[in-house]
């Protein structure tokens, strides 16, 4: 059974290295190919024959990266098919175990081969330097940790997939309710609201227990590589060369300092504009005018057209790129039951095409996330000619810039969708939107940096310092009567369970994207002439390049931050 929107997809380019046909499922038709590299290496004579040996195992690596990544996407668009289950969990227990340990040895093989120095520098500056990071932090007895801790994270998808609850006759997913949130009745959005987060903490314990022991998991992955806590070991493994937790700390009081007057004067605003003496939880969606939420479409497939005309207006080759992923199938956008949460974009790394997942139900937000993630594949598409596999991605902090640029960018178009007047009010949402999530970055992130640096606290404890960082990036908001809900609030960030310490990309990534946003205020083709030149590049340069290749600086501090809220406010008054 097919369980994917796509079928089979050829290479991009003819398999040299793997065959042609093999079960990428069968480690026993996997370990010949790791055979033949581990011998071929060391009889590398010339430089040009060890380039092609990488080359060679960037095809294999991309084969298998390929098969990981359907086996992922069938399960995430049914999390409720024992199939798709089965298939996804035998990948990550029989294929990864094996596998970890032999992309091991051949990086060990690389940096010590004498003529790894000679590789043409700076073509292979950051890709050795990668592989000397994996070299010095593999640790054989974290392989299994690592096994267990990708099936508790499934099982954290699996969990928040199934939660549904009966409203008004019908059963809805919460993802469906949340557009009930932007209804102009204050009373329906009460209901709603509590609906959800009833059912939430009904799996409360579930959620807890979950995380604790991905805590345990995490702390001897970082113990067994010699680190003190798993925040640091985090920072080595996820390659974080251009920036501390130190920085972290000061983006956290940054946002603090200039972003957080921001958003109370935004909440002021809402509070008098709806008449009320106090915010709650279920005021912040609706529209602060108490118009009827906006609809940008009915089906998927009409945001998948308009969607299409905003990208052919903004440039060719993106309206092309995106077309493709069409007439591919590589979009499974609508919401359903058993479809896990959440959107994200995933590179099929052989056939060197993108596929984008999401859960629209018609909502300003879908229109969001479908830009969002275009962005994403438009990155994917620009590397595509790109042999070896490790720098047709790069690091999150600058794919989120291509991402969150594609936002603003497709926002001048935003027509599409709307109305004149509804585009403007389409776009103040999305602008306060950034302004507003900026707080909430520092709040997961922040979070992450206390739960990975205070061993052995208590789930009373973590409610604490999760209140805390709420007291600090929430602004103004009352939830006197939700206070249970509001301490378990960080179960519904899947970047906690699944991907520790993946979210300040988001606000770094932010920053660099209100930049490509402000130059293109000024110069529209060249701002998306270099937001397409830096996609290009991949992950082949350092991140402070990335970002200068895109018109931006690599800084997120409050010098860089306090010129971009005074470009939000303005933009704002303007709509």
Request: net charge neutral.
């Given at each position: 059974m ?6 089979s997809?050829p ?12 079960d990428?499922?069968d ?8 055979d ?11 430089v ?8 060679d195992?960037?095809?294999l690596?991309?084969?298998?990266d390929?098969?990981?990544s359907r086996?992922?996407i ?5 999390t ?12 990550v ?6 596998l ?9 093989l690389?940096m010590?081969?004498?003529?790894r ?5 700076p073509?292979?500056?950051v890709?050795?330097?990668d ?8 640790r054989?007895?974290?392989v299994?940790?690592?096994?267990e ?15 549904t609850?009966?409203?008004r ?7 469906q309710m ?10 329906l959005?009460q ?18 227990e ?24 985090a920072f ?19 946002v ?5 007057p ?5 909440q ?6 709806l ?8 005021d ?9 939420a906006?609809?940008p ?22 309206g092309?790129g995106?077309?493709?992923m069409q ?6 956008l609508a919401?359903?039951k ?14 060197r ?6 859960n629209?139900?018609g ?20 590397t ?7 720098y ?5 902090e600058?794919c ?5 640029s594609?936002e ?5 178009f ?21 302004v507003g ?8 992130d ?6 990975y640096?205070n ?23 009352d ?23 993946y ?15 402000a ?7 060249g ?6 030149t ?5 992950g ?5 390049e ?5 018109g ?16 939000a ?7």
């Open positions: 097919n369980l994917l929107p796509f079928g997809m290479a991009h380019k003819t398999r040299r290295f793997v065959p042609a046909t093999i990428l499922g480690w026993s038709q996997i370990a010949p190919l790791f033949r590299l581990e011998v071929v290496a060391p009889s590398c004579a010339t040009g024959e060890l380039e092609r040996w990488l080359v195992w960037s095809e690596s991309a084969a298998l390929e098969e990981s086996r992922y069938a399960m995430t668009c049914h409720d098919n024992a199939d798709a289950e089965k298939s996804f969990l035998q990948f227990e029989r294929i990864e175990p094996e970890k340990p032999r992309q091991f040895k051949l990086e060990k690389l010590a081969h004498p003529l120095a000679k590789l043409p520098s073509r292979y500056d890709f050795l330097r592989v000397q990071n994996h070299v010095e932090l593999f054989e007895e974290n299994a940790l690592e096994t801790e990708a099936k508790l994270t499934q099982q954290y998808q699996k969990l928040s997939g199934s939660l609850v009966q409203f006759g019908e059963e809805k997913t919460l993802v949340g557009k009930f949130l932007e209804e102009p009745d204050r009373a959005r209901e709603v609201w509590e609906l959800v987060a009833k059912r939430r903490l009904q799996e409360r314990d579930k959620f807890e979950q995380f604790d022991e991905l805590l345990k998991l995490r702390e001897r992955i970082a113990a067994n590589a010699g680190f003190k806590n798993y925040r640091d070991y080595r493994r996820m390659g974080r060369f251009d920036y501390t937790a130190k920085h972290c700390l000061d983006f956290h009081e940054a603090e300092r200039e972003v957080m921001a958003v109370r004067e935004q002021a605003q809402r509070r008098k504009q008449g009320l003496d106090a915010l709650k939880p279920w912040m969606s609706v529209d602060p005018l108490n118009r009827p906006l609809k479409f009915e089906k998927v497939e009409d945001m998948v057209a308009r969607s299409q005309k905003i990208f052919d207006k903004l440039d060719a080759e993106l092309d995106f077309q493709r007439d591919l199938k590589l979009l499974d919401n359903r058993g479809k896990a949460p959440g959107g994200y974009q995933s590179t099929l790394n052989e056939s095409v993108p596929f984008i997942f999401m629209a139900v909502q300003q937000r879908d229109v969001e996330t479908i830009l969002h993630e275009a962005g994403h594949a438009f990155h994917a598409l620009a595509r000619e790109e042999d070896l596999v490790a047709r991605s790069a690091p999150i600058f989120e810039v291509a991402s969150m594609m603003l960018l497709g926002n001048e935003i027509e599409e969708f709307y109305s004149a007047g509804d585009a403007n009010r389409a776009r103040r949402t999305h602008l306060e939107g950034i999530i900026l707080g909430w970055i520092a709040t997961v922040a979070f992450q940096h206390w739960i640096t061993p052995g606290h208590s789930r009373a404890d973590r409610a604490v310092a999760w209140n805390k960082l709420m007291d600090r990036f929430a602004g103004d908001v939830w006197s009567g939700y206070e249970e809900a509001r301490a378990h609030l960080w179960h519904r960030q899947l970047h906690i369970f699944i991907h520790p310490f979210y300040i990309e988001y606000g770094i990534a932010q920053l660099g994207a209100l930049q490509v946003w130059n293109s205020k000024r110069d529209k083709a701002a998306l002439r270099d937001y397409k830096a996609l290009a590049l991949g082949s340069r350092p991140l402070p990335l970002f200068a290749a895109a931006c600086k690599f800084q997120f501090d409050a010098a860089t931050i306090r010129p971009l809220m005074e470009l406010r303005t933009e704002l008054k303007k709509l």
